[in-house]
């Protein structure tokens, strides 16, 4: 398998997962039908993992990947960089505020968070440190937002020039323009031909024991992750249940926040704003409201 030409890092609840709907489309591009590559983060994958999900590769010009929480895992960049010396790194940044909400609401829908409101959550994050690799990835409102830190930590292993960072608003506003920044990124000329996506709608579970058969421990699970060999686990997996899983979805809209937790968090986050301005180089007083 040829290294990986770029990867998408972050962050989660940004539109991640639009950016790569949009990418799929171009056939100078090789992305995996399966988003989610978590393989640099978390050192039980097996070692064959990678191979398995770039299995269909052919001859594209750039091979890209994403794990939407990879930025959050210091260490994900010098496995990136060991993968391909010359990697390039794209980062989408949405307020802080209004990702650790969507976050709260995916993971409480799920049932992954078991607190019932936004500020026990928050509360929760506050006096607790995760050490479980789930709750660090989906339970950490609050760190998630630390993007100042996130990105000078990934660039101890590769420079600032070949990470390249887009305003989650912007995407959502102006998607042609963004995809023009990143094409010349990329250094491939851009195409026209790629058409609108809205990826990853809010949504909640239609029938929640088919959830919970999926995704809670259960003797079936035991069983099958016992005896059924990897590759079949990861047919299974990647392609069965993740279809299933869309198909046990609905969309229907979040509930506003609490206008004195938007508040506190504004202050919380006032900080880490300024500082990621000033490296970015970027304006962010709109997530200041």
């Known amino acids: 398998m040829r290294k990986i030409d770029f990867f998408i890092a972050g962050v989660q609840k940004s539109g991640t997962t639009t950016l790569y709907d949009l990418l799929s489309q171009d056939s100078r591009i090789f992305l995996p039908s399966i988003k989610e590559n978590p393989f640099f983060t978390n050192p039980e994958i097996q070692t064959d993992f990678l191979a398995r999900l770039y299995a269909d590769y052919t001859s594209e010009d750039l091979i890209g990947g994403a794990y939407a929480n990879a930025i959050l895992f210091e260490d994900s960049a010098k496995e990136l960089v060991n993968n391909n010396n010359d990697i390039k790194i794209i980062i989408i940044l949405r307020n802080p505020i209004d990702r650790a909400y969507s976050a709260y609401n995916y993971s409480y829908r799920l049932g992954i968070e ?59 506003k102006d998607e042609i323009g963004v995809l023009k920044r990143l094409y010349k990124f990329l250094e491939l000329d851009y195409k026209h031909n790629i058409s609108p996506v809205k990826s990853n709608i809010s949504s909640v579970v239609r029938i929640k024991w088919i959830h919970k058969v999926i995704f809670d421990k259960n003797i079936l699970k035991s069983i099958y992750q016992k005896f059924m060999p990897a590759k079949f686990q990861y047919l299974i997996n990647h392609k069965i249940v993740k279809r299933i899983e869309r198909i046990n979805k609905k969309s229907t809209p979040y509930n506003p926040m609490n206008i004195e937790t938007r508040e506190r968090l504004i202050k919380y986050y006032s900080n880490h704003n300024k500082n990621l301005e000033e490296l970015l180089k970027i304006d962010l007083k709109s997530w200041n409201k």
Do not use: W
């Open 114 to 172: 078991k607190c019932n409101s936004f500020e026990e959550a928050l509360e929760n994050d506050m006096i607790n440190n995760y050490t479980n690799y789930i709750d660090i990835a989906n339970r950490t409102y609050l760190k998630h937002g630390h993007y100042y830190n996130q990105i000078i930590a990934y660039t101890n292993h590769i420079p600032i020039e070949k990470v390249h960072c887009i305003l989650f608003d912007d995407l959502i």
